[in-house]
């Protein structure tokens, strides 16, 4: 059974910084996509970034392009979020998923990833 755990996250202000860790067990990133999801009490789970274990090709929502950057360990079982110049609207549950195969294709639809982990709040103040 796969498990993700989230790490990382806490309360920053405005314009600060804060990077999320995802530790998968059993089996390693190299042959999987792997995202990140956000969600908000009463709003739908909005994706954030994916990688592609085997190309190393990044992928990120408009919303974040710029401020964040996803990457992967050398360990290759832990994934990254490097989350800079962060906004108010940033505020979420940050959510680690991954799926089976190496194309993120589609990077951004729940419904393809088939494991989720629990998630870690980041809060941020204006």
């Known amino acids: 059974q796969v498990q993700l755990v989230e790490s990382g996250g806490g309360s920053v202000q405005a314009g600060g910084s804060l990077r999320l860790s995802c530790v998968a067990s059993?089996?390693?990133?190299?042959?999987?996509?792997m995202g990140w999801f956000r969600q908000s009490p009463g709003k739908e789970r909005e994706w954030v970034a994916a990688?592609?274990?085997?190309?190393?090709?990044?992928y990120y929502a408009d919303s974040v392009k710029g401020r964040f950057t996803i990457s992967r360990g050398d360990d290759r079982n832990t994934m990254y979020l490097q989350m800079n110049s962060l906004k108010p609207e940033d505020t979420a549950m940050y959510i680690c998923?991954?799926?089976?195969?190496?194309?993120?294709?589609?990077?951004?639809?729940?419904?393809?990833?088939?494991?989720w982990g629990r998630g870690t709040q980041v809060t941020v103040s204006s």
């Open positions: 998923a991954a799926r089976n195969g190496a194309a993120c294709v589609p990077p951004d639809r729940a419904w393809a990833y088939t494991y």
């Open positions: 059993s089996y390693t990133a190299t042959n999987y996509c």
């Open positions: 990688f592609s274990g085997v190309t190393t090709s990044t």
